[in-house]
């Protein structure tokens, strides 16, 4: 099955807000390029900065020095680094519209745990569309279960599972049949784009399991929505705990295929325990998404 991702239509407004964070003449030579859609940019100390479109690399001329590279991240905090010090710890920077920016540069760390970012190389800007049409296979498998049957999306990175959620959640929490759907926005990446006129409560910065367990108890959801389940155990624990209420848990992972799923012994133990009862993986085909449904892992 596949659904048309979106149309190639340059989006000037996004890109503005966005390149108002970089060096003028960065921000120039990328205007400049006037390519339909800029998935990523990313920015490099000394090295090559370059435009992700339609998986290709486009290697820019402009090269940032140290000075520009710590103003951007600067800007890009609101001027506060320390008010941003535990997500760059965790490699990330979660800017106004979802923008996430992967951070990378000299760690500090106190035994397994980074505890503070210095000298940054390299900025990851990953710009969120809109593509509102692909959510709709997905928000048909939950409507078929009545809700009460919990789905796992999978793919590699940059394949747009985040992009899908936000389809998803504005397809079912919208329209004439909306279902209250607790949003853990864990990262803050799921809100961006969203309808103001939804059934959602939007749980914004909430570890995985706490959020579900916060919206179980408290808000008497349809459906709980959460982004990037992972291989932790402790987490899948805490997941599993919290969801043991009757609704369906709509959820991502990082995975090929369902071979790597059954690898990560957090998915495999929600998998055992019935958390999940049907496996999407989707992939992108230049516009399209190309989706695969499974019953079982």
Not at 90 to 105: A, D, E, L
Not at 207 to 222: F, Q
Request: hydrophobic letters at 40%.
């Amino acid at each position: 099955m596949q659904t048309k991702l979106y149309d190639r239509v340059y989006d000037a407004a996004l890109d503005t807000g966005i390149l108002s964070y970089l060096p003028t003449v960065l921000a120039a030579e990328i205007s400049a390029c006037r390519i339909a859609r800029v998935e990523e940019i990313r920015l490099r100390c000394g090295g090559a900065c370059s435009l992700t479109s339609d998986r290709k690399n486009i290697i820019l001329k402009y090269k940032l020095s140290r000075r520009e590279m710590d103003e951007t991240v600067k800007r890009m905090c609101g001027g506060s680094l320390y008010a941003y010090s535990d997500t760059i710890n965790r490699g990330y920077i979660i800017m106004p519209n979802g923008v996430r920016v992967g951070i990378c540069g000299r760690a500090v760390t106190e035994g397994q745990r980074i505890v503070g970012v210095y000298d940054v190389f390299s900025l990851a800007i990953r710009i969120p569309h809109r593509a509102p049409h692909v959510g709709k296979p997905v928000a048909e498998l939950l409507r078929s279960t009545g809700f009460f049957s919990g789905v796992l999306v999978y793919s590699l990175p940059g394949e747009g599972k985040t992009t899908l959620l936000r389809a998803i959640i504005s397809d079912v929490a919208g329209g004439e049949r909306p279902v209250r759907t607790a949003v853990i926005d864990t990262r803050g990446e799921l809100s961006c784009f969203l309808p103001e006129n939804l059934t959602v409560d939007l749980l914004s910065g909430y570890p995985r399991g706490l959020g579900i367990e916060l919206a179980a108890r408290t808000l008497s959801p349809e459906l709980i929505v959460c982004d990037e389940i992972g291989a932790d155990t402790e987490e899948a624990c805490a997941v599993a705990a919290a969801h043991n209420c009757g609704v369906a848990l709509l959820a991502t992972a990082h995975a090929r295929n369902k071979s790597e799923l059954r690898n990560k012994k957090g998915i495999a133990m929600l998998a055992e325990k019935g958390i999940f009862s049907h496996f999407v993986g989707i992939r992108r085909s230049g516009d399209d998404y190309l989706y695969t449904f499974d019953d079982e892992l």
